[in-house]
């Protein structure tokens, strides 16, 4: 027999798994090499809070979440990341419904991915990435954006992957906690 879900459950359940996602983004700014795959990391804990809660709680959690990471995150690279590509989860079913759903969203990373490393450079002229990309040649940094590219197309299956594995072997865990 299911549990009803009443709102304490939910706010429960966002509230924790919230609070994962901020320990995640707080490793991406204490572990170095770990600034590109933390908010990563976090945006994936957003799989139980949508499939649970739904998208309203979805949203509420990732805008929670974003706040708490540009204030709390000693990495603001890594936080800024969270805020482009936390929601993706969320947007990845409505994106695949479109036509040619692969080049919209490559098209979506592609602009979020250029926005928020634009927004880092060149509004609030982060040093250490500013020193960093001024190491590199231009043909170097359309390396980057195809590998990007890559990787972005990979946590897009991990995505599919992951949602399916927590429904077949998680979530009855997690609800009969």
């Not at 739904?54 to 990341?81: D, F, H, R």
Request: overall charge positive; hydrophobic content about 55%.
């Amino acid at each position: 027999m299911r549990r009803r879900k009443t709102k304490a459950s939910v706010m429960a359940l966002c509230g924790v798994l919230g609070a994962l996602a901020l320990v995640c983004l707080f490793l991406g700014g204490v572990v170095p090499v770990a600034t590109l795959s933390c908010p990563i990391l976090a945006s994936l804990v957003l799989i139980p809070v949508y499939q649970e809660c739904g998208c309203k709680w979805g949203t509420v959690w990732y805008a929670t979440v974003s706040v708490l990471g540009l204030l709390l995150a000693p990495m603001k690279e890594c936080a800024i990341l969270f805020v482009a590509f936390g929601s993706y989860p969320m947007l990845r079913k409505p994106l695949g419904r479109l036509p040619l759903s692969k080049l919209w969203k490559h098209g979506y990373f592609n602009v979020v991915l250029l926005a928020a490393y634009g927004l880092m450079l060149f509004v609030l002229q982060l040093t250490e990435l500013t020193e960093e990309f001024a190491q590199f040649r231009k043909w170097m940094l359309l390396g980057l954006l195809l590998l990007a590219n890559v990787t972005f197309y990979l946590y897009d299956l991990l995505i599919g992957r992951l949602e399916v594995l927590y429904i077949v072997r998680f979530r009855n865990k997690l609800l009969n906690l």
